[in-house]
């Protein structure tokens, strides 16, 4: 992939289903994907936070990455996640999703031990001289303990193949800055990581999002980038403010385990936590319920 591959609209960064031993689910994640191909995605994320990579072993990270590129077959973009707490790992899982097809590379922030300006920016340099695919930055303070402040982001631009950053940090503040900092690249793009702010970081400048979110409300998502491409800004307005609620149980009240339960309940295999994560409590699971119209009554 030549290094100006650019990311626009709205990518999943997904879930990996497991059975309720801890197994990998093949089909559960085909079925997946299938699903978010149908509702008109962009991209798909596999091995992000949502995909509980950190619990997953290196060949496992690298058989998910593998199946997603061939669900796809080439029809939406693959950005795989590969970062790690240290250059070596992160190197190797980038290498993995190489060879098995992925289109670029989604590389969080060094994470456990707090890197230095100087650390952070030779990790990174690591990363693209030893993988010959595009890299995205990606910044979860709420993870990692470590915010990618936007004057990093635009020195590390200046590598021709790190093409972007998605900011989880959900501060738009941030957001804008960073696109001011990068705007002199065309084609280095800003993606919200925050489902609640989609619609602002487009209209700052930004070219899409990688959202949880999306995951159960594909179809709301790629609305509100779909309208906002065509300058239909009140319907985008509109999108945007209905998957507020849903955001924020989704993400900000429960986080991952509660994706996986958005997408059971309407019927589609969301899957099991890993352990030492816990399904959701039947009281959490009717609060998401009621956001879903669609939400199997078997549940």
């Excluded at 879930?15 to 798909?44: I, K, N, Q, S």
């Excluded at 899982?93 to 060094?110: E, I, M, R």
Aim: aromatic letters at 8%; one cysteine or more; proline letters at 7%.
């Amino acid at each position: 992939m030549p290094p100006h591959f650019q990311p626009r609209g709205i990518y999943v960064p997904h879930v990996t289903p497991f059975t309720p031993d801890g197994a990998l689910d093949d089909e559960g994640l085909r079925a997946l994907v299938r699903f978010w191909l149908e509702a008109g995605v962009h991209g798909l994320a596999p091995c992000g936070s949502n995909g509980e990579a950190p619990y997953m072993t290196r060949a496992e990270r690298k058989a998910v990455i593998e199946q997603v590129v061939e669900t796809t077959a080439r029809r939406i973009d693959v950005i795989a996640g590969t970062g790690s707490v240290s250059t070596a790992e992160t190197v190797g899982f980038s290498k993995d999703a190489q060879d098995v097809g992925a289109d670029a590379l989604l590389v969080v922030t060094p994470y456990y031990f707090k890197p230095s300006r100087s650390e952070l920016l030779d990790h990174y340099r690591e990363v693209v001289k030893n993988v010959d695919l595009p890299v995205m930055l990606y910044n979860v303070p709420k993870f990692t303990g470590f915010n990618l402040e936007p004057s990093i982001v635009a020195e590390l631009a200046k590598e021709e193949r790190i093409m972007g950053v998605k900011d989880s940090g959900g501060d738009l503040g941030q957001i804008a800055e960073t696109i001011r900092l990068t705007r002199w690249r065309d084609d280095f793009s800003v993606m919200a990581g925050t489902g609640n702010l989609i619609f602002p970081t487009l209209m700052l400048g930004g070219k899409g999002a990688i959202v949880a979110v999306a995951n159960a409300f594909p179809r709301e998502c790629v609305g509100i980038y779909e309208n906002w491409r065509k300058g239909q800004m009140t319907e985008a307005r509109d999108l945007q403010l209905s998957i507020l609620e849903a955001n924020r149980l989704l993400t900000s009240k429960y986080g991952v385990v509660a994706v996986k339960e958005a997408l059971n309940l309407q019927g589609l295999p969301g899957g099991y936590p890993r352990k030492p994560l816990r399904p959701l409590p039947a009281e959490a699971r009717e609060e998401i319920a009621r956001l879903l119209p669609h939400a199997a009554k078997a549940q």
